[in-house]
C-alpha cells in the first residue's frame, strides 16, 4: 500500500524509512489524524508502539520499542534512587556541620534535588507499569515537568549563581590584567541566570501541558521543538558560559594558593572542583547536542522519547558530583563542625547566605 496513513509525515515518500519503520503493518481502515487525507492504519507487531512523548504515533508509525523505554527508565528511576541515598548522606553531613536550611543555599539546593530524585521515581515507576507518555497519560504529563523545573530552574541557578558571585568578588579583588572585564562578565552571567527559572518554567511546565490541549499534528511538533530549542539553550548557557569559566577560574585561583602554601584540604577541593569541571563540560556538551540534533531533524520528531530517557540519565550524575564537591570538608574522618577554622577558600565556596 504506497502513500499511505501509514508513510510518517515527516517523512513524506521519501522511502527512507519502510512504512510502520518496519515493525508493523499498514492495513486499510480509517485514516489518522496525522494524514487524514490517506487510507490505511499502522498494526505495530508486539514490543512495538507508536506512542512516544509528546507525540501519540499509534496508527502512523511503530518506532518505539517498548522494552528498551521501560528498561531505560528502570535504570533512570535507579540512578534517582543512588541520587537520593547519596543526597541523604550528605544532608546528615551538612547537618552535622551545623549547616540549616534557613541560612546555607547549598543545603536547600540538596533538599530541592532529593525532591527532584523522589519525584522522577515516582514518574518512572508509572512509566514502567502504565506505559503512559507526556501527551497520552495525564498524572505522568502533570508531574514530568516537575523534577525538570527543580533541576533547570532551581538547582542549577542556584548553584551557578554560588560559583559565578564567588568569581566576581574574586575578580573585583584582583587586581591583575583582564579582571575589570572578567568582573563585568561576571555581573551580566549573574544578571541573566536569574531569568532561567521563567525559561525553565515555561519548557518543562508549560509545554508538556500544552499536550494536553491540542492533538493537532503542527501544534504538537512546534510544542516539541520548544521543549527542545530551550533545553538546548540552558545547557549551552549553564555549562559553557557560566559552570565551565567560573570553575575554572575557581580551579586556578585555588591551583595558585596551593602552590604558594601547600595544604591536603585545598588540594582535595581541587580534585574535587576539577570533577565536576569534568563533567558539567562533558554531560552538558551530549545532551545539548542530543537536544539539537532532535531540534534540527524532523525525521527524530515522534522519537523524542529516546532523547528524554538520555537527558534524564544524566541529570543525577550532575546533581551526585555536584553534592560530592560541596560536601563538608572531613578532618581525621569526623565532619567538621560549624565555627571551626578552615581555609579561605574551602569556607568561600560552602559558606551561608
Known amino acids: 500500500m504506497n502513500t499511505t496513513s501509514c508513510d510518517y509525515f515527516m517523512r513524506g515518500d521519501s522511502g527512507l524509512v519502510a512504512s510502520c519503520s518496519d515493525n508493523g503493518a499498514c492495513v486499510a481502515g480509517p485514516p489518522n489524524e496525522w494524514n487524514p487525507n490517506k487510507d490505511g492504519r499502522c ?7 507508536g506512542l512516544g ?8 508509525d511503530c518506532n518505539i520499542n517498548i522494552s528498551i523505554v521501560k528498561i531505560w527508565w528502570g535504570i533512570i528511576i535507579f540512578m534517582h534512587a543512588l541520587q537520593f541515598l547519596f543526597g541523604l548522606q550528605v544532608l546528615q553531613e551538612m547537618k552535622a556541620a551545623g549547616r540549616v536550611f534557613s ?13 527532584e530524585a523522589f519525584i522522577r521515581i515516582i514518574e518512572g515507576v508509572l512509566r514502567i507499569a502504565t506505559g503512559g507518555m507526556v501527551g497520552s ?29 564567588i568569581t566576581l568578588k574574586q575578580s573585583k579583588m584582583d587586581r591583575g590584567e ?30 508538556p501541558l500544552l499536550t494536553l490541549v491540542s492533538e493537532d499534528p503542527g501544534v504538537l511538533f512546534w510544542v516539541s521543538k520548544l521543549y527542545y530549542l530551550g533545553t538546548a539553550v540552558m545547557g549551552v548557557y549553564v555549562a559553557f558560559w557560566c559552570a565551565i569559566p567560573a570553575i575554572s577560574a575557581m580551579i586556578n585561583l585555588i591551583g595558585d594558593s596551593n602552590k604558594a602554601a601547600p595544604n591536603e584540604k585545598m588540594a582535595e577541593l581541587l ?55 560541596l560536601r563538608p570538608k572531613k578532618a581525621n574522618g569526623k565532619v567538621k563542625p560549624a565555627g571551626a577554622t578552615t581555609t579561605t577558600t574551602t569556607t568561600t565556596v560552602t559558606n551561608d547566605d
Not at 524532523?298 to 555536584?322: H, K, M, S
Open 178 to 207: 583582564g579582571a575589570e572585564g572578567m568582573a563585568k562578565k561576571m555581573a551580566i552571567l549573574v544578571a541573566v541566570m536569574k531569568y532561567q527559572r521563567a525559561v525553565a518554567f515555561f519548557v518543562f511546565i508549560v509545554t
Open 137 to 165: 497519560h495525564l498524572l505522568i504529563t502533570l508531574i514530568h515537568g516537575i523534577p525538570g523545573w527543580i533541576f533547570w530552574g532551581y538547582c542549577c541557578p542556584s548553584l551557578m549563581i554560588g560559583f559565578l558571585e
Open 43 to 49: 498494526v505495530c507487531e508486539n514490543g512495538w508502539s
Open 271 to 325: 580534585t574535587r572542583l576539577t570533577i565536576f569541571h569534568r563533567e558539567v563540560r562533558n554531560n552538558g556538551f551530549t545532551n545539548a547536542l542530543s537536544c539539537c540534533v532532535f531540534l534540527a531533524f524532523p525525521l527524530t520528531f515522534n522519537l523524542q522519547t529516546y532523547q528524554i530517557c538520555f537527558g534524564w540519565t544524566l541529570a543525577p550524575i550532575i546533581i551526585g558530583v555536584a553534592m560530592h564537591t
Open 53 to 60: 512523548d509528546f507525540v501519540d504515533g499509534r496508527g502512523m
Open 103 to 115: 541560612k546555607d543555599k547549598n543545603y536547600r539546593v540538596f533538599v530541592a534535588a532529593q525532591v
